[in-house]
């Protein structure tokens, strides 16, 4: 069965600073994986997915790295703001097209 | 394009009442997921349908849990009668047919048993 260990597990920095969120997984068999934020009381906002095949997926100040055969992946955030401020989960999909969710990383971002 | 709809947000209900909740996936996808989050943890997948067949429901406590997906488009999750240890947020989502594609997720309905 898939294992995903998020480290931190909480974060605070202040305005302005790159962040790196790590995401570790047992099972290398996987579609993909993506990384998901969670404000308070809201559902999940999918941020980016990385397909198996790729090593690297970018979106605006966000940029995550998938190293499959070592079962990582990590999520950088160049430059964050207080809007960033969130739970960051990761999930790599398995073979029965299903997600397994990490305990997240809760982000604070001090302006 | 629509995202997943859930309804009700918020409901609060004493131990073994019942209650349900109801999803609206976005249109055309044919994969839909109920998942359980409770405070503190990450989701867990409770059952996925493929169409209106389950592909999925290892993880579902069948004694008093029961989910449906008539016609294949809305999905109604039921807990019967509900514990304390049920207060959780149960998130809806969806996706197209096909391995490797994004699964997009609900606000979800927060559950509170008291």
């Known amino acids: 069965k898939q294992e995903v260990t998020q480290i931190p597990a909480a974060l605070s920095v202040p305005e302005g600073e790159n962040l790196v969120l790590n995401c570790s997984f047992t099972?290398?068999?996987?579609?993909?994986l993506q990384w998901f934020r969670q404000d308070p009381g809201k559902g999940l906002t999918s941020l980016l997915l990385?397909?198996?095949?790729?090593r690297e997926q970018t979106s605006g100040r966000l940029n995550a790295s998938l190293d499959k055969s070592s079962g990582r992946s990590t999520l950088y955030i160049a430059a964050s703001q207080p809007g960033d401020s969130a739970t960051y989960l990761c999930?790599?999909?398995?073979?029965?097209?299903?997600?397994?969710f990490g305990t997240g990383t809760r982000l604070t971002v001090i302006p | 394009e629509a995202g997943v709809a859930q309804s009700p947000r918020y409901k609060i209900i004493e131990k073994r009442q019942s209650v349900a909740f109801w999803c609206n996936p976005i249109?055309?996808?044919?994969?839909l997921y109920w998942y359980q989050q409770i405070l503190g943890q990450g989701p867990k997948l409770l059952i996925q349908?493929?169409?209106?067949?389950?592909?999925?429901d290892s993880q579902l406590p069948k004694d008093r849990f029961s989910a449906e997906r008539l016609k294949g488009v809305d999905s109604t999750l039921k807990i019967q009668p509900a514990k304390l240890e049920d207060s959780a947020v149960y998130l809806c989502?969806?996706?197209?047919?096909?391995?490797?594609?994004?699964?997009?997720f609900g606000e979800g309905s927060w559950l509170t048993v008291v």
């Open positions: 989502a969806s996706s197209s047919r096909g391995p490797g594609n994004t699964i997009y």
């Open positions: 099972d290398s068999a996987i579609y993909n």
């Open positions: 990385i397909q198996s095949s790729q």
């Open positions: 999930a790599p999909l398995t073979g029965a097209n299903n997600l397994f």
């Open positions: 249109s055309g996808h044919a994969t």
């Open positions: 349908f493929q169409n209106n067949g389950v592909v999925d």
